[in-house]
């Protein structure tokens, strides 16, 4: 595939995952307020925000295997990205318990749809760059999460109370963006490489054992990464900040996500040795235990502060981690590596918002010192991966 046209298969699948996060990311930035509106408690919230992260990841490990066993990689694309119409139906939703059953077949959905779109994807990206590549993917990721949350500050801005009814008629419009994500997916999909056509040498020796170490650090980066669903919670419990500036706020986050995307996959392009590339991951946990100091402890100020790393963080874990299993996995193996990669970041999602939430209840230092404790964890397999990779 050349250059020019691998670029341009990216931007086609950009503009599938704009519509795409218009829908679930503007969703995600009140799925939390909406809870609490419903009578979910913070330990429900967490519950839930964990346990859809952890079927989201867990169950990329099934459909990644499948897909490359079959090849059925569109079918598993288009089916995936179809199951956001969960989305719009929380307007019909008016207990929690709906709500969360909602929310959670949308997170199955993505289980479906991810590893086979990042086989797709990264037959592209290879032509220009893993890391550039997957950035720029999310960037387009990130320009409709930002548009998303602002549907939601254009239905609340201005209202003193916002209550049930008003979230119903905002998660309703969704249905509009969803058509035109329906229109963009088949016309990607239709354009997509066939990834048999790559070679299938392109990957380091031994790189089993280094990809088992590296599902170990993918798992304790992970857990001490607060869901934006939990800290949505914290500012409307708190009232921090008003209905109206809770999608806001995650907009914010997504457009520091955005512009940090493509910087990123470019560093990692950069070093990306077996010496120092490994060591750009570093930027994850290093940034990872200042967020919840900002966000939980912190005043108006400080919560805006704690979402700007939240959103380099974000861009850090949707490029530089996707890129490195690029470049470690043969293609025959790529479609479970990604499921397996997604699993256990789910896994690490699930027992660490868990855990949040619980601790979110008792102490928000405890709060603090296991993210603290989680990343450092994450640090020491680093060292141990580099030492591993020197002796290859």
């Given amino acids: 595939m050349q250059n020019k046209t691998a670029f341009k298969v990216i931007i086609y699948f950009g503009f599938v995952s704009l519509f795409g996060d218009i829908i679930y990311e503007g969703a995600r930035s009140v799925n939390g307020s909406f809870l609490e509106i419903l009578g979910a408690g913070a330990f429900v919230v967490g519950l839930i925000a964990g346990a859809g992260e952890f079927l989201n990841y867990f169950l990329r490990v099934l459909s990644g295997y499948v897909s490359d066993k079959t090849g059925a990689y569109r079918f598993f694309t288009a089916l995936g990205y ?55 993917h999310e960037a387009f990721d990130q320009i409709g999460a930002i548009l998303g949350p602002l549907i939601f500050v254009f239905f609340f801005l201005g209202k003193a109370d916002v209550g049930l009814s008003k979230y119903h008629e ?87 996500d955005a512009i940090a995307a493509p910087f990123l996959g470019k560093i990692y392009d950069r070093f990306k040795t077996k010496k120092s590339g490994i060591f750009v991951l570093l930027i994850l946990p290093g940034i990872s235990v200042l967020i919840p100091v900002f966000v939980f402890l912190g005043n108006l100020w400080f919560a805006i502060l704690g979402m700007v790393l939240w959103g380099i963080v974000m861009a850090g874990h949707e490029t530089i ?3 490195v299993v690029a470049d470690m996995m043969p293609l025959k193996k790529r479609g479970t590596g990604y499921g397996m990669l997604n699993a256990v ?3 690490g999602i699930f027992l660490g918002n868990a855990v949040l939430g619980f601790l979110y209840t008792r102490s928000l230092i405890f709060l603090v010192l296991a993210v603290v404790l989680f ?17 290859i």
């Fill in 375 to 391: 990343e450092s964890l994450s640090v020491s397999v680093l060292f141990k991966l580099k030492k591993l990779i020197n002796r």
């Fill in 170 to 256: 905002a998660y309703r419009f969704f249905w509009f963006p969803f058509i035109l994500l329906v229109f963009f997916l088949f016309f990607a999909l239709g354009r997509a490489p066939e990834v048999s056509h790559e070679k299938r040498e392109d990957h380091p020796p031994n790189y089993r054992k280094i990809f088992k170490l590296y599902l170990f650090f993918i798992f304790f980066v992970s857990a001490g990464f607060a869901s934006y669903i939990l800290i949505a919670y914290h500012f409307k419990k708190t009232s921090i900040f008003k209905d109206a500036f809770i999608p806001l706020i995650y907009a914010v986050s997504m457009g520091v």
């Fill in 345 to 347: 970041y789910g896994a």
């Fill in 82 to 136: 179809l199951m956001i119409a969960f989305i719009p139906l929380l307007s019909i939703a008016d207990t929690w318990k709906i709500a969360a059953l909602f929310i959670l077949f949308e997170r199955m959905g993505k289980a479906l749809r991810s590893p086979a779109r990042d086989v797709l994807l990264s037959s592209a990206t290879k032509q220009v760059g893993t890391g550039f590549g997957f950035g720029i």
């Fill in 321 to 323: 981690l996707r890129a």
